[in-house]
Structures are given as C-alpha cells and as structure tokens.
C-alpha cells in the first residue's frame, strides 16, 4: 500500500507564495513519476507539473515561470514552489505518483489540499 500525504495549502494574497509537499510512504520499489493537478469548482482536474526519475519536468502553460516542482528522491517528496499567485490559481491541488510499490506499478493520489488566492 502506498500513501500519499500533501502539505502546504493555504490562504494566501494574489502575487504571494505558497510551497506545497508531497511525500510518499510504503512498499515502494520505484518511482517513475510524480506530479501535481488541481480541480477548481465546477471544472476538470488538470496537470500542474509533473517530474519523472530522471529529472525532466513539465508544466501546464498558465504556471509556466511562476511555478517550480522539485524531488528529493532519497525522502521520496515531491515539491510545488508557486510564486506570483493569481486568483485563477485557487484550486484544490492534488499530489500524483506513479510508482511501483511491492510488484505492483501503479497511480496513486494524494488526499488533496486547498489553495486559495485572494484578497
């Protein structure tokens, strides 16, 4: 069984900052992936950013230059540095993985957490 525990939502002014963690916990083997998507009120879940093993990473084009995603591989954490919040950022943010846990490879998700930018 694998878990998924995020961190680091909150409140915040639109231009501030907020870093969001996501460690994993359990049977894992390997990590290929991790990543982040959000879900704002009456719209579809959507990729953030994403970062596979090797280090490479992908951004959705409204966070690219304000948002970072980062790993420490060894705490098997993934992080979300976003700057330069917009209004438009407020979503529910979700902590993905794709990870081989005993010998099984699987998707897993994190529980959610809010993020609200607003004055």
């Known amino acids: 069984q694998v878990q998924l525990v995020e961190s680091g939502g909150g409140l915040v002014q639109p231009g501030g900052s907020l870093r969001l963690s996501c460690a994993a916990s359990?049977?894992?083997?390997?990590?290929?992936?991790m990543g982040w998507y959000r879900q704002a009120p009456g719209k579809q879940r959507e990729l953030v950013a994403t970062i596979i093993s090797s280090g490479s990473t992908n951004y959705a084009d409204s966070v690219k230059g304000r948002f970072t995603i980062s790993r420490d591989n060894a705490k098997i954490t993934v992080y979300l540095q976003m700057n330069s919040l917009k209004p438009e950022d407020t979503a529910v943010y979700y902590c993905?993985?794709?990870?081989?846990?005993?010998?099984?490879?699987?998707?897993?998700w994190g529980q959610g957490t809010q993020v609200t930018v607003s004055s």
């Open positions: 993905n993985a794709d990870i081989t846990a005993a010998f099984t490879r699987g998707e897993y």
């Open positions: 359990g049977r894992i083997r390997s990590v290929y992936a």
